[in-house]
């Protein structure tokens, strides 16, 4: 752990608790759009973990998870530092938005550019303050528009840092899921830093059962790095899911589900079914393997080719 932090030209000592603000840019309306940052220090020397939310604007569980934890005062580590950004992407917090206002998205612009376009520009900004100092991190996401994840972890599991902190975290499921070219997550492995992703819920909905997991398993894994006290025991339950599989829709209708996340399926199962809205036509949807829902779309609309069913195992 470094004696001293730098973040936005503000010098951060062991010992000291800060909030700076992150300047990134301005709106055509000249309001300077700031990433807050909160900076927690230990004066004994530990890891750096970065907890980070609202990558995409619209996934309010993971703000959710680190709001709660600034404002229980979870944060303050026995040893070490934690970095907690409850909201990365302001722009498309305050559009209710996935992507910036340029329509990118900006965790498939990383590492970044500083003179590229304004997801790039935050990538660039965000890699270059606060990624130097990290060692490990969790990466709070939520289901897209109307697709419900049940709480799990992703990561890389043939990286053994990555199993660790993963089991530590101890989340009803753990997927082995493959980097994504312009993720945070990719860039942080390329300079050997472990990033953990957490899924739950959908955008714009707050999912308490996520949100709840989310919580715990973070102290669960600060526990482990022994920069907390103590922390919640280890579910015994947790399914480790090395494949996955999506079901898409092969016909436009109405969708009809008729499982929810984190059943149990099997192979062939009935899971639900399109018909279209004149009564006419009605198709029954079967499961493409046996494992678990750990995805739902809620959308009673769907087009072709929509993913309907995501199956863990």
Same mark, same amino acid.
């Given at each position: ?10 010098s951060?000592d ?8 992150l300047?990134?840019s301005k ?6 759009i700031e990433i807050?940052i909160? &900076?927690?220090?230990?004066v004994h020397?530990g890891?750096?973990?970065?907890l ?6 619209? /996934?309010?569980n993971?703000? /959710?998870? &680190? ?10 580590p026995?040893k ?8 990365l ?5 305050l559009?209710?938005s ?13 590492p970044?550019?500083r003179d ?12 270059k /303050?606060v990624?130097?100092y990290?060692?490990?991190? &969790? ?7 109307s ?32 980097y ?6 990719? /860039?942080a492995?390329k ?11 959908e955008s714009?909905?707050f ?19 022994g920069?907390?006290a ?5 579910r015994e339950?947790t ?5 996955d599989?999506?079901l898409?829709?092969k016909?436009?209708?109405l969708?009809?589900?008729t499982?929810?996340v ?18 006419e036509?009605e ?17 009673p ?13």
């Amino acid at each position: 752990m470094p004696e001293t932090i730098v973040i936005n030209g503000k010098s951060i000592d062991r010992g000291e608790k800060v909030l700076t603000k992150l300047v990134i840019s301005k709106l055509p309306s000249g309001t300077v759009i700031e990433i807050p940052i909160y &900076v927690f220090r230990s004066v004994h020397d530990g890891p750096v973990v970065l907890l980070m939310a609202g990558m995409h604007g619209d /996934e309010v569980n993971g703000i /959710e998870i &680190v709001r709660r934890m600034l404002s229980k005062k979870m944060l303050y580590p026995l040893k070490g530092t934690i970095i907690a950004v409850p909201i990365l992407n302001i722009y498309g917090f305050l559009n209710f938005s996935r992507q910036v206002p340029d329509g990118k998205d900006v965790n498939r612009s990383f590492p970044g550019n500083r003179d590229g376009s304004l997801a790039s520009r935050v990538a660039h900004r965000f890699m270059k /303050e606060v990624m130097p100092y990290v060692d490990y991190g &969790v990466d709070f996401h939520t289901g897209g528009s109307s697709r419900t994840n049940y709480p799990q972890i992703r990561c890389v599991m043939s990286n053994k840092k990555n199993e660790e902190l993963a089991k530590a975290f101890s989340a009803p499921f753990i997927l082995n899921a493959g980097y994504r070219q312009g993720s945070l997550r990719k /860039e942080a492995a390329k300079i050997d830093k472990s990033i953990l992703v957490f899924e739950t819920g959908e955008s714009l909905r707050f999912d308490e059962l996520g949100i709840r997991e989310g919580m715990e398993g973070t102290m669960r894994l600060l526990h482990h790095l022994g920069m907390l006290a103590s922390a919640p025991a280890s579910r015994e339950d947790t399914k480790v899911c090395m494949k996955d599989i999506w079901l898409r829709a092969k016909n436009a209708g109405l969708f009809r589900s008729t499982i929810k996340v984190g059943d149990y399926v099997k192979k062939n199962q009935v899971v639900g079914s399109i018909t279209d809205p004149y009564g006419e036509m009605e198709v029954r949807l079967n499961a493409p393997a046996n494992g678990y829902v750990v995805g739902l779309n809620n959308m009673p609309v769907v087009n072709q080719g929509d993913a309907i069913l995501h199956i863990a195992f």
